[in-house]
Nanobody, 120 residues
């Protein structure tokens, strides 16, 4: 029932910008921290940005100052604004909704992933 759908990916030149969107449905969106992950070929999946239920944000060192995560609870949507993009940003980007952990149980929902390619 719960679903996350990413959009806004594609091809961009170095120095360019993209904005990713993650539309949530079938869940109480405001109860979840939202996280953007990415995985490049041959690399481990990494968390690039996180926003808590209260709006506190965290960034990986590699994207700090260039990426901005935000959320609009009224629209049940999270965003990742990416500027001054680099070839190293090329990856499949995944949206994740992370709920509270109770005991060993955590509500965890994932989008299908969306390709971002930074290339001349």
């Amino acid at each position: 029932q719960a679903q996350l759908v990413e959009s806004g990916g594609g091809l961009v030149q170095p120095g360019g910008s993209l904005r990713l969107s993650c539309a949530a449905s079938g869940m109480f969106f405001s109860d979840y921290a939202m996280v953007w992950y990415r995985q490049a070929p041959g690399n481990q999946r990494e968390s690039v940005a996180r926003i808590t239920r209260g709006g506190r944000v965290y960034y990986a060192d590699s994207v700090r100052g260039r990426f901005t995560i935000s959320r609009d609870n009224a629209k049940s949507t999270a965003y990742l604004q990416m500027i001054r993009m680099k070839p190293e940003d090329t990856a499949v980007y995944y949206c994740n909704a992370k709920g509270d952990t109770i005991g060993t149980m955590t509500s965890d929902y994932w989008g299908q992933g969306i390709q971002v390619t930074v290339s001349p």
